[in-house]
Nanobody, 115 residues
Framework: QVQLVESGGGLVQAGGSLRLSCAAS????????VGWYRQAPGKQRELVAR???????NYADSVKGRFTISRDNAKNTVYLQMNSLTPEDTAVYYC?????????WGQGTQVTVSS
């Protein structure tokens, strides 16, 4: 069974940065896509950024130019670098891995941006 370990959330002031990490207990060769999603209170979960096995990326319009998704294949880890954070980025961030073994979600990590 694929397991994900997320880390890197926390409290930051507006304009600050955070880096989220998602480590997967599965060979990178079986991974199709890794995505970061977020869910704010009272809102639906939304895609923030996604990276495919070929390295293609896509971002939500609201984070383009501020967030960067990347991966370290040697560590089976995907990162989400978040810069120029605003209070609107406050949410629980979830990592999602789609692999040959199925679709797995992380436990979520809280990101809170104060104004």
């Amino acid at each position: 069974q694929v397991q994900l370990v997320e880390s890197g959330g926390g409290l930051v002031q507006a304009g600050g940065s955070l880096r989220l990490s998602c480590a997967a207990s599965v060979s990178r060769f079986s991974v199709k896509t890794v995505g970061w999603y977020r869910q704010a209170p009272g809102k639906q979960r939304e895609l923030v950024a996604r990276i495919t096995d070929l390295g293609s990326t896509n971002y939500a319009d609201s984070v383009k130019g501020r967030f960067t998704i990347s991966r370290d294949n040697a560590k089976n880890t995907v990162y989400l670098q978040m810069n120029s954070l605003t209070p609107e980025d406050t949410a629980v961030y979830y990592c999602n891995v789609v692999s040959l073994f199925g679709d797995v979600w992380g436990q979520g990590t809280q990101v809170t941006v104060s104004s």
